[in-house]
């Protein structure tokens, strides 16, 4: 499976983007699937993760409710729409899928197999 992420770019504090990740195949639908963060000089991190059958969800604390993640798996997608931007957020996102055949959440990044290449998301003024 191949994963394609979009939608980063330039935003100010306050403001709202939506991240996509498209998969090649449909048998992402089976993976839990993951959305990280890394930001420069720091380890990468879970920021928000949803099961296979979209019921499990898991915020990381430095997000809480301001980012909501979703999945379309007709249309092999993963959604993190990100909104009250603040510049700590300033980061490379990457989505993953883990394919762990039972759903769960988990923040650990050796447990997900498969990356996208990631896309950049700046909160500035």
């Known amino acids: 499976v191949q994963l394609q992420a979009s939608g980063g770019g330039l935003v100010q504090p306050g403001g709202s983007l939506r991240l996509s990740c498209a998969a090649s195949?449909?048998?992402?639908?089976?993976?839990?699937m993951g959305w990280f963060r890394q930001a420069p000089g720091k380890e990468r991190e879970l920021v928000a993760a949803i099961g296979k059958y979209g019921y499990k969800t898991y915020y990381s604390a430095s997000v809480g409710d301001r980012f909501s993640i979703s999945r379309n798996n007709y249309a092999k997608t993963l959604y993190l729409q990100m909104n009250s931007l603040k510049p700590e957020d300033t980061g490379v996102y990457y989505c993953?899928?883990?394919?762990?055949?039972?759903?769960?959440?988990?923040?650990?990044?050796?447990?997900?197999?498969?990356w996208g290449q990631g896309t950049l998301v700046t909160v500035s003024s």
């Open positions: 993953a899928a883990d394919r762990s055949t039972i759903a769960r959440t988990t923040a650990a990044p050796d447990e997900y197999e498969y």
């Open positions: 195949a449909h048998t992402v639908r089976n993976y839990n």
